[in-house]
């Protein structure tokens, strides 16, 4: 059964930082991709950053130049380490391990960013 759990959301006021931690149950290796989305309420779930086994990682325009996502392949983990955090980046932030046909998620973690 694969399993990815996340760590380390929380409250941080505006101009914070917050790492988030993903940890996956098989090698990360064998995944086409790890990535963090997030989700607020009433709207659809979105990517915020991916990084696949080689290549360059993929983030979105909302976060470029203030998140950076990382991997440790020996400890089978991925990190979001967020900077410079706005209220609107609050919500929930969803790991996900993709491993072609089949996505695998993370019971989320939530990110409140507030003064």
């Known amino acids: 059964q694969v399993q990815v759990v996340e760590s380390g959301g929380g409250l941080v006021q505006p101009g914070g930082s917050l790492t988030l931690s993903c940890a996956a149950s098989?090698?990360?290796?064998?995944?086409?991709?790890m990535a963090w989305y997030r989700q607020v309420p009433g709207k659809e779930r979105d990517l915020v950053a991916r990084?696949?086994?080689?290549?360059?990682?993929k983030y979105a325009d909302s976060v470029k130049g203030r998140f950076t996502i990382s991997r440790d392949n020996a400890k089978n983990t991925v990190s979001l380490r967020m900077n410079s955090l706005k209220p609107e980046d609050t919500a929930v932030y969803y790991c996900?391990?993709?491993?072609?046909?089949?996505?695998?998620w993370g019971q989320g973690a939530r990110v409140t960013v507030s003064s």
């Open positions: 996900n391990l993709n491993l072609g046909l089949h996505d695998y």
């Open positions: 098989i090698s990360i290796l064998s995944a086409n991709a």
């Open positions: 990084i696949k086994n080689v290549g360059i990682p």
